[in-house]
């Protein structure tokens, strides 16, 4: 056997070893996980997940999630989680329908070949036929189908976003418009005269309000800390009080008095708090919010905007919803901090470089153990299965908490920008490193090089290419035991309920404690593309991973239907409305790789009729992609921007408020016309 049937059968049992440990461990510490808590408090309003996991019986709560259907969650956990869910759902049947009449027609097809490599799973890959035109028809046909069902997974999606879109009801902010990048040192009514003044001609019977967001960023952060010293301080008091004690905290190695301190603190930022009340904001933040009558016109007065000159240095947006926006982040330098990104995104880039090249072990492994009787075993399982494992890491913890720490650091102005820019930078951290660099710069062309790729390299690209599938195929079965394990145990959840419950000093804290963690859809959707991109790009050849990835998609879509119903909070009303172009255009680019990629070894034949389909095939699909990323486009915006496109064209829509009301205010600008009057 080669070291790649060696490393799957290892990896296989090794896995399935490793998750039944993980399920075991998840029936036990379940209980300890996210359930369902209430307040008196009205301050305090804890999230939490649909289901009650740690004391609902686990066949009742398994029954539960195997009969909510898609539907379901669309109406209990709104839109995001239900195309979360739909585009994995279509991402399974296309997989089976691949598996179904491509894996059982080219796995066999291509075993039938010249029989180039030893025994064992590389002769399943296209490598093996690549001299025998005969044999070769069959890729060639089955480029064709394979291309079309991944359009119609784009299609199916479009599809999907379009249909909810129409169901759901208007959301609030489609019908206002945030401009930013405005002059800071002007005043807030001065803006708003001058933003009327432009909108006036054109858009004059549709404008319902304006409202300049005040310069209050600082004065919030201190609020937010005055609000947080005052409830530490008035739970010590009564600590002190009930357990006829002082209640100790460390603090620079010294205890002292808690009570004390956190009376300190707000006495400190009282003092601050009033002297930034008394002196008023200064100047605005550089943010507008544009309320219109009707969807259509504040789409209308985007595109005029857009087009206008005298506007042509404001950034013209639709408006989040008003509880996205991060008020404290309003004022801060966005050049300096793009700047700062830049250069974390460089350093990191870098660095990762340098650490995750797991794929080039198997070099190594090589030459250490050229000279032992156990040398397939020992290098399928250290060359094969210990880097898959390496880069399991990287992605699931290294790359997680790297991002989240780049993305803390841009200081977003709403959270609906925070997801989109983590998505984007985990794919493009997921395609460098986890794709790219294991199939091009640590598999494929080291495996080339050191193996006189450019003496005889038409034969052995093919050969690579198989190899690094039969290496992205234990990839996909590690995820789909290992990662999908993990993610049913939640162990860092359980620490992290223990660790808050044990340190916990006020009753906000206690209850806050055991809330469901928000579901982390940006690093979902981008594992979920990443393993698109592998899946399509091998499909023709190494068609067997396509049988991995639909278990990795099956054992996925359960795990995580669980968790959204029955472990994390889900923001019903949020509609991810950035994710569906990111998907699409992700879904697009796979199938255009896959293509590419799939032309390239065609034309790589000695044979002209293959080689000149090869070339056909890869001008085609260029141009193909070309035209439906384009159209899919220009149909998500119309969707995404929630207006009825269908039936209801022609039914007038009601003014969402009255003439000079404001949807947007920040929380703190009451307080300051109250103290005025």
């Avoid at 289901?51 to 066949?59: A, K, Q, R, V, W």
């Avoid at 408006?319 to 995104?345: F, G, T």
């Avoid at 913890?397 to 925070?418: F, M």
Wanted: proline share 4%.
């Amino acid at each position: 056997m080669d070291p790649i049937l060696y490393a799957l059968i290892s990896a296989f049992a090794a896995n399935i070893l490793i998750f039944g440990i993980l399920f075991a461990l998840f029936l036990v510490f379940r209980t300890f996980r996210s359930k369902h808590i209430f307040s008196d408090n009205p301050k305090i309003i804890p999230k939490n997940a649909i289901f009650s996991e740690s004391d609902t019986p686990l066949m009742l709560l398994f029954k539960s999630v195997w009969n909510t259907s898609l539907q379901d969650i669309y109406e209990k956990c709104g839109s995001e989680a239900y195309v979360y869910l739909a585009l994995q759902w279509k991402i399974i049947k296309s997989l089976f329908l691949m598996c179904l009449i491509g894996v059982t027609v080219l796995v066999p097809v291509y075993s039938q070949g010249k029989r180039i490599h030893e025994t064992g799973l590389e002769e399943t890959g296209i490598g093996n036929i690549l001299e025998e035109p005969n044999y070769m028809v069959a890729p060639l046909i089955y480029f064709i189908p394979f291309s079309i069902f991944g359009y119609f997974l784009v299609y199916r999606v479009l599809k999907e976003v379009t249909t909810k879109s129409q169901q759901n009801k208007i959301q609030l902010f489609n019908y206002v418009l945030e401009i930013s990048d405005l002059p800071k040192d002007k005043a807030c009514e001065f803006i708003k005269t001058m933003v009327n003044n432009i909108l006036q001609k054109d858009f004059r019977d549709n404008i319902v309000s304006i409202y300049v967001v005040p310069n209050l960023a600082k004065l919030y952060r201190t609020h937010n800390k005055l609000e947080e010293a005052k409830e530490k301080a008035e739970h010590y008091a009564l600590y002190d009080e009930t357990h006829q004690t002082k209640k100790k905290i460390k603090l620079l190695g010294k205890w002292i008095d808690a009570q004390m301190f956190y009376e300190k603190l707000v006495e400190k930022y009282s003092k601050k708090y009033e002297d930034l009340l008394a002196k008023g904001p200064v100047g605005n933040s550089g943010f507008c919010y544009v309320t219109f009558r009707t969807t259509q016109s504040a789409e209308n007065a985007k595109k005029w905007l857009h087009d206008n000159i005298r506007a042509k240095d404001w950034i013209v947006k639709t408006a989040p919803s008003p509880h996205e926006i991060k008020w404290e982040n309003l004022d801060q330098n966005y050049r300096e901090i793009r700047a700062k990104r830049w250069c974390l995104m460089i350093f990191f880039c870098i660095l990762f470089f340098i650490l995750v090249t797991p794929a080039g072990f198997l070099y190594f492994v090589n030459n250490f153990l050229s000279d032992f009787k156990g040398r397939q075993f020992i290098e399928g399982l250290l060359g094969k299965y210990f880097p898959v494992l390496i880069l399991l890491i990287y992605q699931v913890v290294i790359l997680y908490y790297t991002i989240i720490y780049i993305v803390s650091k841009e200081k977003r102005t709403n959270t609906a920008r925070e997801t989109t820019s983590r998505l984007l930078k985990y794919l493009l951290f997921m395609g460098i490193y986890v794709f790219l660099l294991q199939a091009m710069g640590a598999q494929t062309i080291l495996d080339l090089t050191v193996n006189g790729f450019w003496d005889n390299w038409q034969t052995e690209l093919p050969k690579a290419v198989s190899n690094t599938g039969g290496f992205f195929t234990i990839y996909l079965l590690s995820q789909a035991f290992i990662a999908n394990g993990f993610d049913l145990l939640q162990p860092l959840l359980v620490i992290v309920t223990k660790l808050k419950l044990k340190i916990a000093s006020t009753e906000k804290e206690k209850i806050l404690a055991q809330e469901a963690p928000p579901f982390d859809f940006a690093y979902e959707y981008a594992a979920v593309l990443n393993a698109v991109l592998i899946i399509f790009t091998y499909s023709i050849c190494f068609p067997l991973i396509i049988f991995f990835g639909l278990v990795y998609f099956s054992m996925r879509f359960m795990v995580h239907k669980y968790l959204i119903l029955c472990v994390n909070y889900v923001d019903k009303n949020s509609s991810g409305k950035n994710i569906p172009e990111i998907c699409l255009k992700s879904i697009l680019g796979s199938v255009l790789i896959f293509q590419m990629i799939t032309s390239l070894v065609f034309s790589i034949s000695r044979y002209r009729g293959i080689e000149t389909m090869g070339f056909i095939y890869f001008v085609l699909s260029f141009a193909f992609y070309l035209f439906i990323q384009i159209k899919s486009v220009r149909v998500l915006k119309k969707v995404l921007s929630f207006m009825r496109i269908d039936g209801d064209a022609g039914v007038a829509e009601e003014p969402l408020i009255a003439p000079g009301g404001n949807l947007y205010e920040h929380p703190l600008e009451k307080e300051i016309i109250n103290r005025n009057d």
